[in-house]
């Protein structure tokens, strides 16, 4: 057959194969160029931000520049005993720059991040420093405070060089480098992070479970409930979930507080005295409660969705089989429903993981989150650089929680309702 | 739901606990809505049923806290409704020409990298929001967008986006691409195709994100914290502030209001999905 080797031409005499290749790039192309408007402004309105969040959480410039005589004069000093006296006469010349830029102010804060006791020295160094002679400069600092003679204060600078630092993600963990350049824990009084990253997966572990185990019953209600009943019931859905998030913790708020109506009905049913009534906002408890009611409904629509699918010829074959009703619920049906769980339980836990607002306003102090800590550090410690350190943290956690499910169950598995 | 009637006992017994817990669960769920209805109307300052309101008694009742939401000087609630209308609909404008456009590029089976692509588009739905409001705010403060509308406005697109995609995506996985096919061979160009044969169809979805994109500005609060000034204040923002300084019953009053237009929302969504449903029947 003499043919096959026989290029097939297309009317304009251009072999087929290299036309049809034209025609699919020139398809991939329109498609991409539909496409394209949204990607560039995801890409420079969300993505690049949060790489801009990466290079904050790790940049240590500020010092590096700061001190720039300071550095080069410490290249040569092995930290092992005092620097010489080149050192102290590089830091006397930067430190009366940044007087008159009036920036050691903010040296002061910077080192005070590294080791405690900077701020107070550096004050007294600025008002002892204007009467400074010329040469030798190591004498006359450390006259100022028997802690610039101490060799701890200045490797403590020496450690601020490197113009990218890990710090803040240390201290995200409650450790930190201490002078040896051991990563250590912080003393166990002062660990304030991990007990509230704890927190946080506790919280948003319990309130997955709850949520499941409320959602379960009333999805399979609804998936077999004749369609005019269901779609009366599904309102109950869908009327929360379309709600402001702020209308509904504010009706947790009245529910919830000392004289509200819950405390009323247990002390009405005898369940507690009424001048002893539970407390059940602004801790734990208050976080826990509005905040299952509040994700329930991301747990029911996938729930309802993948059941409604689930014929009920099934479960009658499993009962003909001579199956009890469990035993036809948990062989036949339950592994049915896996993938709504799946998507139920990644999207309420995701959401939980990340709360701010409603942990905020009942969650009082025992019941905040990681967000609440990040938001505090944005808007009144500013420190930016740790804020984003931490919300870097939480993000991979995510990540990482996404990779597992799509491993486990695959991601296009969730749907909207 | 009736059972059978040779139904053995103990499932009937837990047949009943069953609906017993559905009918909790769902009051669970509900129930914490309609608090908010007769409190509103509270004539008292407190934010307890007061003994007359549990009597019924109509000097209990007052329209007061409405009165206070409209022309009350303490809280700048009109200029907040006014911000809240503004940015959500400039927003959903927004992402709904974005995001349809590009799901008809994702629809199409010539994307390449379409998973990649799809994860990009969708991620600001999938990142926790606290996070999503550091990266945006950094953004904006470098744009020097902080404290505009046009900032909140371009926020709000990112966060309202990956909803229209997902929606007008699942409408366009039912779509039959042969009408489009059709139209083009009678001569229309894709311009026209799109305005008179795939929108049309399409347009239920379109809406449906659109009215997600919609209640996803309007209810947004942690990123709005982050970029409104004084000027950019919205309906949440006050109620935000609200709640956490002291619970008003005016608050209420305006809760109130936004359950009517939650059900209104809802509403119209439902025969939007139904109408889909119908229309994806036929085709089928």
């Not at chain 1, 096959?4 to 297309?10: A, D, G, P, R, V």
């Not at chain 1, 204007?130 to 028997?146: D, P, R, T, W």
């Not at chain 2, 040779?6 to 559905?22: A, D, N, P, S, V």
Request: aromatic content about 12%; some cysteine.
């Amino acid at each position: 057959m003499s043919s096959e080797n026989k290029q097939i031409l297309t009317t304009d005499g251009i072999p087929l194969e290299v036309s049809l290749k034209k025609a699919e790039k020139k398809n991939k192309i329109k498609a991409f160029l539909l496409v394209a408007p949204l990607l560039l402004f995801i890409i420079i309105t969300y993505v690049f931000p949060i790489g801009d969040m990466l290079m904050r959480s790790v940049d240590d410039k500020m010092v590096t520049e700061m001190l720039p005589k300071t550095y080069k004069s410490m290249e040569t000093w092995d930290g092992e005993e005092l620097p010489p006296e080149e050192v102290f006469e590089a830091f006397y010349f930067d430190f009366q720059r940044l007087i008159e830029e009036e920036r050691e102010g903010k040296l002061s804060t910077q080192l005070n991040y590294t080791k405690n006791g900077f701020k107070s020295i550096i004050k007294k160094l600025r008002r002892k420093s204007k009467s400074f002679e010329e040469g030798n400069y190591k004498e006359q600092i450390m006259a100022v405070h028997k802690r610039w003679a101490d060799v701890e204060y200045w490797r403590a600078i020496k450690r601020r060089a490197p113009a990218y630092t890990y710090q803040k993600y240390l201290k995200g963990m409650d450790m930190y480098e201490n002078e040896k350049g051991e990563i250590v824990n912080v003393a166990e009084d002062r660990r304030v992070h991990r007990i509230l990253w704890l927190r946080t997966l506790e919280i948003a572990f319990f309130v997955t479970v709850f949520c499941f185990l409320m959602a379960y019953p009333i999805a399979h209600l609804l998936a077999t409930l004749p369609m005019k009943y269901s779609n009366l019931l599904m309102i109950c859905v869908l009327l929360p979930f379309w709600t402001s998030l702020l209308v509904r913790t504010a009706s947790w708020m009245i529910l919830l507080q000392q004289q509200g109506i819950v405390n009323d009905f247990f002390v009405m049913i005898g369940l507690v005295s009424d001048d002893n009534r539970i407390e059940m906002m602004f801790n734990k408890t208050g976080s826990y409660v509005a905040m299952t009611q509040i994700l329930l409904p991301f747990m029911v629509l996938p729930l309802y969705s993948v059941m409604k699918t689930i014929s009920p010829s099934l479960m009658r074959a499993g009962k003909s089989l001579g199956g009890t009703p469990f035993i036809a619920f948990w062989k036949v049906y339950f592994p049915l429903t896996i993938p709504g769980i799946g998507a139920g339980c990644l999207l309420v836990f995701i959401l939980a993981i990340g709360y701010y607002i409603t942990p905020a306003l009942v969650g009082g102090a025992s019941g905040t989150l990681i967000s609440n800590q990040i938001a505090f550090h944005m808007k009144s410690t500013l420190d930016w650089s740790f804020a984003s350190a931490m919300g870097l943290m939480l993000l991979s956690g995510v990540l990482v929680i996404y990779w597992l499910y799509n491993k486990l169950v695959g991601i296009d598995n969730i749907k909207l309702g | 739901m009736a059972l059978p009637k040779y139904t053995e006992t103990h499932y009937r017994i837990w047949h009943y606990i069953y609906l017993t817990i559905c009918a909790a669960v769902f009051f669970f769920l509900i129930a914490p809505l309609f608090v908010i209805f007769p409190l509103s109307f509270n004539a008292e300052e407190f934010l307890v049923f007061s003994d007359g309101m549990k009597r019924l008694d109509p000097d209990a009742f007052s329209l007061r806290w409405y009165q206070d939401m409209i022309y009350g000087t303490k809280n700048p609630w009109g200029l907040a409704a006014k911000n809240s209308f503004v940015i959500a609909i400039f927003a959903t404008i927004g992402s709904v020409l974005l995001g349809t456009v590009a799901a008809l590029g994702l629809s199409s089976r010539h994307m390449p990298y379409k998973g990649l692509i799809m994860a990009v588009l969708i991620s600001p739905m999938i990142v926790p929001l606290i996070i999503s409001g550091v990266a945006i705010f950094f953004f904006m403060a470098k744009a020097g967008l902080a404290a505009t509308h046009t900032g909140i406005v371009l926020a709000h697109i990112v966060l309202g986006t990956p909803f229209v995609v997902i929606t007008v995506t699942a409408t366009l996985s039912g779509f039959d691409h042969s009408v489009t096919r059709a139209a083009a061979s009678l001569g229309s160009n894709p311009v026209n195709t799109f305005m008179k044969i795939t929108l049309p169809l399409i347009l239920p979805g379109v809406i449906s994100g659109g009215l997600f994109a919609f209640v996803t500005s309007f209810d947004e609060v942690v990123v709005v914290l982050f970029l409104a000034g004084l000027e950019n204040t919205t309906i949440p923002i006050q109620m935000w502030t609200g709640l956490r300084e002291q619970l008003s019953p005016t608050i209420l009053a305006v809760a109130t209001c936004l359950i009517v237009l939650s059900t209104l929302i809802l509403v119209t969504a439902e025969l939007l999905r139904r109408r889909s449903e119908r229309l994806r029947g036929i085709n089928q």
